[in-house]
């Protein structure tokens, strides 16, 4: 894992743990398995979105859509982690400004 994976798999461990009220889970850590339900999941989401929003209403509902599937697959820091960096890495094409 490199280093800007670990971090964002870091973050998305301490919102984990807010959520639950406990500190932070680990990157492997599944966050049903540690007491987390469907409400706190939809929290611990709409957080991630917050801080990881794509550009775009698009790309932002991309994330949410996929975030949604991943944490009832891998509701691990690490497995939301690798969503939030494939969808991080679509902006920054658009960066060089609009092509049409």
Excluded: K, W
């Amino acid at each position: 894992m490199g280093n800007g994976l670990s971090d964002v798999s870091a973050t998305i461990g301490e919102l984990m743990g807010t959520a639950l009220m406990r500190g932070p889970l680990a990157p492997d850590e599944d966050f049903f398995d540690c007491g987390g339900d469907s409400v706190r999941a939809v929290d611990v989401l709409q957080r991630l979105i917050d801080v990881y929003r794509p550009a775009g209403g698009q790309s932002a509902e991309a994330l949410r859509s996929t975030l949604l599937e991943t944490i009832f697959e891998d509701a691990t820091p690490a497995g939301l982690a690798a969503v939030c960096a494939a969808h991080a890495a679509v902006p920054a094409v658009i960066d060089g400004g609009p092509r049409h």
